[in-house]
């Protein structure tokens, strides 16, 4: 049976409880779920927020290549990635994965997997505003996040 | 054929628009292209792409190298790396 | 600040998103949260529950041994490590893991680590019963999960 | 000194009892000494008993090698691999 992922771009929170029930619920199959949540930090007290832009239509679409990539290359029984767009406080939620299979390593593989993708390819872009009350700059790009990203060619031998 | 232009992030704030219709010159093949042309257009589109290797494209919401041919796509989008996550 | 994992084996289901408020809450200096859930799975109808033993004392002790080694490898601010025991029914809930970081990858390879330790060294041990009704047979321990365990020891040459 | 054996899951199950109280001969030195001397005391012990190899101990609530001393240990624990999580 086919798989299908199930993506969200919004800028309501989520609850990592309901999201774990829509995969999980009435199946008999799953053995392990794994979640991965990403929240805001303050930074030792220097933001008072980060605020993500994201380009709609094509971030949902770019989510779900990098989703169905992970349900075919490590077997998922159900996917899930909610990613918040809009103005999120210091300990906020930012981002959601839940990957279930009936394995615990392909649980975290896919969502490890879909993390590091979606920090790569998923067109989102994330705007510091300070404590002090000024807009600061864009987060840059991390040279680590595309090396985690690399991880995955060398090991599967595949993009 | 006019093209949809999208800007994000840095490259909308300093091309100061986060959309516009062009019709680009027949000239204009390749992404490199596309990205040499939009230089010329006035000095905020300067200062937007004077480091055009960073700069990321997709065509008609696909990620594009800056050596694919931008064919007939119609809607174009240029931003910074990506930072979600 | 010396982070204190949080541990308990109980008969009673758990709250996963209880249990990530209860190491997240209030801080602005985690970016990352894990969570694994193990599930009893029915083996395509084979199985109507699998009953867990364990030994009262040890079984905390040596999931507390494993949870303070996660944490000062992976750099942890909270983790969280709760396995039910008794009987549990297919699509049942066995076992929790809530990894928390300011980085995701400390956060995924913490609750991996926590995972593999504790399949092959907390003192549990799953019977099946089968779905006939009749009592089954304990559940082999599988090589496989001591080849995941053998990782850690060579990535980061400690044990 | 009296210890106390306790046994889990199939060893359990085999020997009938999940635990017990002995007095060990001073013959009993390491974990093995302690494996070969319980499979001399009956036939569900040695049913428990038989692939020694495979049975985990642990001392005073800490995994022990088949080699270490029981030294002073108090309570002792006999039991199949672990199959938890």
Known sequence: MAVTPTIRVQADDFDVAAEIEAVAAGRTDIGAVVTFTGLCRDENGRLSALELEHYPGMAEAEIGRIANEAIARFGLSGLTAIHRCGKIAPGGNIVLVVAASSHRQAAFDGANFLMDYLKTSAPFWKKEHAASGQTGDWVAARDADDEARLRWQKVGGES | ?85
Chains 1, 3 share one sequence.
């Open chain 2, 1 to 85: 054929m006019k093209r949809k232009l999208i800007y994000f992030a840095w490259v909308r704030e300093r091309i100061g628009k986060s959309e516009e219709e062009r019709e680009l010159p027949e000239s204009v093949v390749s992404v490199s292209d596309l990205l040499a042309y939009l230089q010329t257009q006035g000095d905020e589109y300067e200062a937007a792409l004077q480091h055009a290797h960073v700069i990321r494209v997709a065509l008609d919401q696909e990620h594009a190298d800056h050596r694919e041919p931008i064919g007939n796509a119609r809607e174009i989008a240029l931003f910074p790396p990506m930072t979600g996550g």
